[in-house]
């Protein structure tokens, strides 16, 4: 079943909250809503559950739209959190509560219950009761019990974000395959990029009510769209570097004036030929792309080390090139002092560019 959201709008008063987005989340896809803190996530997720009224547009499930319908008569599961167990009932109690309401047969709901411990592998610790299980057993017997009426589509809200950091991390993998196996349309609310990254199948990146980009993970972090989604994903974030665009030539090779009046000159995408010289614009790079080199190079910036940060087999290399500052990743080997004069050199082909209208640039 899928899910379609077309010019969907909320606005609360004065304040649009979302402000008409699409949006189709496939049968058995797992889309993650990710944005800063007010950008408009819950508000979508609470529409398409029928917990808010949209105040535009259509909400389409399985094709059919479901605005006039009240949450029930949605069957969507929604939840806030995975972990939700009540802590005297066991493992099989925990499962069957949701259907307690339905008037099901003691022999019905048994099989119910029997079907969802198949899937989710906890056939041996249902007489458990919750204190007596692993975390990622309790994070199984929560989902189960939100697939267990059988929902056409799931949707959770922020489900990692009670979880201490390890415990995070354990499960976001552990979800991922979980939610693959239930072939549902799946939205999942989010603030925390790796979040996103590691369990969605695609991301939605929001800011302010509007839908920035969707796509896989992938391209999300390899070709973001615009300078706002360049921003917001990687940690550390992407430098950016304000520049004008002075010539243009063979292979693809951009000469720049930096704000500040060094020159760099880099390959980029062949699409920054079409701009017109003089333009103004953005270079992004992340700070695994930058190579700190000690001699003076075409496609670096002298730049001065202000600060250094171990990050264990890693080093964050803080430089300013008088202008920026430039963060760059390196082996926790290399021999940086601060206060030192080096250079730090775009690797090939991993530029970003972004025009006067923070767009990325590219063919
Ligand atoms: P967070 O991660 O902080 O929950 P979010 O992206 O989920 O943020 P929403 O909760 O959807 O954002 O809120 C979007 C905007 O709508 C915010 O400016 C918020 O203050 C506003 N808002 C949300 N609910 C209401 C409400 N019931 N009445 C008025 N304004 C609201």
């Given at each position: 079943m899928?899910?379609?959201?077309?010019q969907?709008?909320?606005?609360f008063?004065q304040?649009?909250?979302?402000?008409a987005?699409?949006?189709?989340?496939?049968?058995g896809?797992?889309l993650?809503?990710?944005?800063p803190?007010?950008c408009?996530?819950?508000t979508?997720?609470r529409?398409i559950?029928g917990?808010?009224?949209?105040?535009?547009?259509?909400?389409?499930?399985?094709?059919?739209v479901v605005?006039h319908?009240?949450?029930?008569e949605r069957n969507?599961?929604?939840?806030?959190?995975?972990?939700a167990?009540y802590p005297?009932l066991?493992?099989?109690?925990n499962?069957?509560?949701?259907l307690y309401?339905?008037?099901?047969?003691?022999?019905?709901?048994k099989?119910k219950?029997?079907?969802?411990?198949?899937?989710l592998?906890?056939?041996s610790?249902?007489?458990r009761?919750p204190?007596?299980?692993?975390?990622g057993?309790k994070?199984?017997?929560?989902v189960?019990?939100?697939?267990?009426?059988e929902?056409?589509?799931f949707?959770f809200?922020?489900p990692?974000?009670?979880?201490?950091?390890?415990l995070?991390?354990?499960?976001?993998?552990?979800?991922?395959?979980?939610l693959?196996?239930?072939?549902?349309a799946?939205?999942i609310?989010?603030?925390?990029?790796?979040?996103?990254?590691?369990?969605?199948?695609?991301?939605?990146v929001?800011?302010?009510?509007?839908?920035?980009q969707v796509?896989s993970?992938?391209?999300i972090?390899q070709?973001?769209?615009?300078?706002?989604v360049?921003?917001?994903?990687?940690?550390?974030g992407?430098n950016l570097?304000?520049?004008?665009l002075?010539?243009?030539g063979?292979?693809n090779v951009?000469t720049?004036?930096?704000?500040?009046?060094?020159t760099?000159?880099i390959?980029?995408?062949p699409?920054v030929?079409?701009?017109?010289?003089?333009?103004?614009?953005?270079?992004g790079?992340?700070?695994?792309?930058?190579?700190?080199?000690?001699e003076s190079?075409?496609d670096?910036?002298?730049?001065v080390i202000?600060?250094?940060?171990p990050?264990g087999a890693?080093?964050l290399?803080?430089?300013?090139d008088?202008m920026?500052?430039?963060?760059?990743v390196?082996d926790?080997?290399?021999?940086?002092?601060?206060?030192?004069?080096?250079h730090v050199r775009?690797l090939?082909?991993?530029?970003?560019?972004?025009?006067?209208?923070e767009q990325?640039?590219r063919s």
């Amino acid at each position: 079943m899928t899910i379609e959201l077309q010019q969907l709008t909320k606005q609360f008063g004065q304040l649009t909250a979302v402000d008409a987005i699409d949006l189709e989340v496939g049968d058995g896809e797992v889309l993650c809503l990710l944005g800063p803190s007010g950008c408009g996530k819950t508000t979508t997720l609470r529409m398409i559950a029928g917990l808010e009224w949209a105040t535009g547009g259509e909400i389409k499930l399985a094709g059919r739209v479901v605005n006039h319908l009240a949450a029930r008569e949605r069957n969507v599961a929604m939840s806030f959190q995975f972990y939700a167990l009540y802590p005297s009932l066991s493992v099989a109690e925990n499962l069957a509560y949701p259907l307690y309401a339905e008037g099901l047969s003691g022999a019905q709901i048994k099989h119910k219950v029997a079907q969802v411990a198949r899937v989710l592998q906890l056939d041996s610790i249902l007489n458990r009761l919750p204190g007596q299980l692993a975390e990622g057993e309790k994070q199984r017997v929560a989902v189960g019990r939100s697939i267990i009426r059988e929902p056409n589509c799931f949707l959770f809200d922020e489900p990692l974000s009670r979880l201490d950091v390890t415990l995070r991390e354990e499960m976001r993998g552990e979800i991922k395959e979980v939610l693959q196996g239930l072939k549902r349309a799946t939205v999942i609310v989010t603030h925390d990029q790796l979040e996103a990254l590691t369990m969605a199948d695609r991301i939605a990146v929001m800011r302010a009510g509007v839908i920035e980009q969707v796509a896989s993970p992938h391209d999300i972090f390899q070709m973001p769209e615009n300078l706002f989604v360049a921003g917001f994903i990687g940690t550390p974030g992407m430098n950016l570097v304000s520049a004008t665009l002075t010539d243009f030539g063979q292979n693809n090779v951009g000469t720049f004036a930096v704000e500040g009046g060094q020159t760099l000159t880099i390959a980029v995408d062949p699409a920054v030929g079409r701009l017109e010289r003089g333009a103004r614009v953005t270079l992004g790079i992340r700070p695994r792309n930058l190579e700190i080199v000690h001699e003076s190079v075409a496609d670096g910036l002298s730049s001065v080390i202000d600060m250094i940060e171990p990050m264990g087999a890693e080093t964050l290399a803080h430089l300013n090139d008088g202008m920026h500052d430039i963060r760059v990743v390196t082996d926790w080997r290399a021999p940086l002092e601060e206060g030192d004069h080096v250079h730090v050199r775009f690797l090939p082909g991993v530029t970003h560019v972004f025009d006067a209208h923070e767009q990325a640039v590219r063919s």
